[in-house]
């Protein structure tokens, strides 16, 4: 199993930014993807963004510009840097691992609220 601990999420003010860290730790292969997601109340759950082993990354549109995923391999660690953080941004955000979408396992989430 693989298990994901995240940390970083609070709460913020718009134009604020965050960063959020996920540590993997247990069977770690590769190559694996690991990502964010994240889900608001009452919304389902959506990319927020992926990178592979390789480093090859995705972000989901509302996010582009603004978010950046990294990954430090040598600590099985994948980073969000959140910049120019807005209101509509406030959801729970969820660490995944993935191996060619036959292993995944997800983190227990982390809330990020944007507010004044």
């Known amino acids: 199993q693989v298990q994901l601990v995240e940390s970083g999420g609070g709460l913020v003010q718009p134009g604020g930014s965050l960063r959020l860290s996920c540590a993997a730790s247990?069977?770690?292969?590769?190559?694996?993807?690991m990502g964010w997601y994240r889900q608001a109340p009452g919304e389902q759950r959506e990319l927020v963004a992926t990178?592979?082993?390789?480093?090859?990354?995705k972000y989901g549109d509302s996010v582009k510009g603004r978010f950046t995923i990294s990954r430090d391999n040598a600590k099985n660690t994948v980073y969000l840097q959140m910049n120019s953080l807005k209101p509509e941004d406030t959801a729970v955000y969820y660490c995944?691992?993935?191996?060619?979408?036959?292993?995944?396992?997800w983190g227990q989430g982390t809330q990020v609220t944007v507010s004044s």
């Open positions: 990178s592979t082993s390789f480093g090859s990354t």
């Open positions: 247990g069977s770690i292969v590769s190559p694996n993807t």
């Open positions: 995944k691992w993935t191996r060619d979408s036959i292993l995944s396992y």
